[in-house]
């Protein structure tokens, strides 16, 4: 006999086979009866029914909802107007800037014009006074003299014939200026048979070596300001300002002058009365 045969076994003993089958037969039956009850106990239940009520649009919603559609159009309406307008605004000032600017320019133009008349009418009565004065003159005098008796004495008429008592550079000044009585006034003439008023000055008192600015304004500084009660011969006589003369002579002594004085009369000697300057400068 075997040592280990009273030992008793520890495996399982072997199940019947159709024990086996018979336990699996019936749970799978009971499955499929749990599955079959499962699935046919919510068809058989109740359907759970409930009503929901839906809001319905009411007449005053439509009315609240067309109202603000209208609000947003005229809003839009009034953004669209108030931009034409400021558009409109920015138009007008830039034009009102612009007619102001014109209106300034035409009054600044008036005015120019109106000073530029006023002094060509004081020039044109200046003119037509020397004119007649001179036309006066020519009538009147000569180289032939008159005079009445003053108690017992004759006092002879001054003549436009007088002869300068200069001396040295006032003499060649002197000469030359009244070499050219007789000769045509032109504007802008400079000789040797026409002149202008600064021309002629301008020629003379290049023969002694100084030479003179071109125009009567600047003639009349070219030299020291002296009265008109202490000239000499050969001393610069100006009308006008000093500075802004707008005509010039030379005086010749005896209380006359030479000068071109316009083209009517051309160059002429004349006393002092007959066109009084207004000033006088001495170069020499």
């Known amino acids: 006999m075997s040592h280990t045969a009273l030992i008793p076994s520890h495996r399982k003993p072997r199940r019947n086979a159709s024990k086996t089958a018979l336990r699996a037969g019936v749970a799978g ?17 109740e359907p759970v029914t409930q009503t929901i009520e839906m809001p319905t649009i009411t007449a005053g919603l439509s009315t609240t909802v067309a109202a603000s559609a209208e ?21 007008a000032a830039k034009d009102a800037k612009k007619a102001k600017a014109e209106a300034v320019r035409k009054a600044e ?17 200046e003119r037509a006074s020397r004119a007649a004065a001179r036309t006066t003159l020519q009538t009147t005098s000569g180289t032939s003299t008159s005079g009445t008796s ?29 070499a050219q009585v007789g000769d045509a006034y032109v504007p802008g003439g400079t000789g040797p048979n026409s002149w202008d008023c600064s021309g002629l000055v301008q020629a003379a008192f290049r023969t002694v070596g100084i030479d003179l600015p071109r125009v ?23 009308w006008g300002s000093a500075g802004s003369a707008y005509h010039v002579g030379i005086y010749v002594g005896g209380g006359q002058f030479v000068g071109a004085q316009n083209s009517s009369t051309g160059v002429v000697q004349r006393p002092l009365s007959y066109d009084m300057p207004t000033g006088a400068v001495r170069v020499l």
């Open 29 to 45: 039956g009971v499955l499929s009866t749990i599955a079959v009850a499962g699935a046919a106990g919510p068809a058989q239940a």
């Open 216 to 238: 009567s304004q600047s003639q009349s500084t070219a030299g020291t300001q002296v009265s008109l009660s202490n000239l000499q011969p050969g001393d610069i006589l100006y």
């Open 109 to 125: 133009a008036k005015k120019k014009a109106e000073a530029a008349a006023a002094k060509a009418k004081a020039e044109a009565a």
């Open 150 to 178: 003053t108690s017992g004495s004759t006092t002879a008429a001054t003549t436009t014939s007088y002869s300068s008592n200069a001396t040295g550079s006032a003499a060649s000044v002197v000469a030359f200026a009244q």
């Open 71 to 91: 609000a947003t159009q005229q809003i839009a309406l009034d953004l669209e107007t108030q931009a034409h307008e400021e558009a409109a605004a920015a138009d």
